[in-house]
Antibody, heavy 124, light 109 residues
Framework: DVQLVESGGGLVKPGGSLRLSCAAS????????MNWVRQAPGKGLEWVSSISASSINLYYADSVKGRFTISRDNAKNSLLLQMNSLRAEDTAVYYC?????????????????WGLGTLVAVSS | YVLTQPPSVSVAPGQTASITCAGD??????VHWYQQKPGQAPVVVVY???ERPSGIPERFSGSNSGNTATLTITGVDAGDEADYYCQVWDRTSDHQGYVFGGGTKVTVL
């Protein structure tokens, strides 16, 4: 079974940094595009970032571009999100998610597998 | 790219719920639909406009044409009460990435 387990969330002050991790198992991690999606308390889903299987293609939402960096370690089956210059509006549950199958610059299959999420709270 | 959903839809048990997702020429995109229950991660119920993942009942169906995609749930029961989100991949060169609709809360009366 596919398993995705996020970690690294917590309380951080505005302007601070945090690094999220996602440990993947149950599938060939190096074959799939991976994503981060967040959900602020009581709000809807917001896609944050995507990274292709070989790390060649990286995509970011405008709201995090220049502040967040996505990366992966295929040898360790691990997805990472480095978050810098954090703001109050970054407060959310952050989910790690795997695509169902295909993903190209022009189209991507849905996010078929999700972790349980890790909470990031940005507050002074 | 912006996807617009109605904030809420109410439906009686056994009836049909239709949830729309509006976007400019959305018919030219592959639309995915998610169901999210409180405290849980989202689950795909329809993908690529009308395909259903294994384990999703036939009561869930999708269509997509012109400027509107629709998720239809027939024979609604209490277990279908949840938030539903549509999603596409924005292929615009400057804004490539997933886009979610704002979500629709389905209430079973």
């Amino acid at each position: 079974d596919v398993q995705l387990v996020e970690s690294g969330g917590g309380l951080v002050k505005p302007g601070g940094s945090l690094r999220l991790s996602c440990a993947a198992s149950g599938f060939t991690f190096s074959s799939f595009t991976m994503n981060w999606v967040r959900q602020a308390p009581g709000k809807g889903l917001e896609w944050v970032s995507s990274i292709s299987a070989s790390s060649i293609n990286l995509y970011y939402a405008d709201s995090v571009k220049g502040r967040f960096t996505i990366s992966r370690d295929n040898a360790k089956n691990s997805l990472l999100l480095q978050m810098n210059s954090l703001r109050a509006e970054d407060t959310a549950v952050y989910y790690c998610a795997r695509v169902l199958g295909y993903c190209s610059p022009t189209a991507c299959s849905p996010l078929a597998s999700w972790g349980l999420g890790t909470l990031v709270a940005v507050s002074s | 790219y912006v996807l617009t959903q109605p904030p809420s839809v109410s439906v009686a048990p056994g009836q049909t719920a239709s949830i729309t997702c509006a976007g400019d020429d959305i018919g030219g995109y592959s639309v995915h639909w998610y169901q999210q229950k409180p405290g849980q991660a989202p689950v795909v119920v329809v993908y690529d406009d009308y395909e259903r993942p294994s384990g999703i009942p036939e009561r869930f169906s999708g269509s997509n044409s012109g400027n509107t995609a629709t998720l239809t749930i027939t024979g609604v029961d209490a277990g279908d009460e949840a938030d539903y989100y549509c999603q596409v991949w924005d292929r615009t060169s400057d804004h490539q990435g997933y886009v979610f609709g704002g979500g629709t809360k389905v209430t079973v009366l």
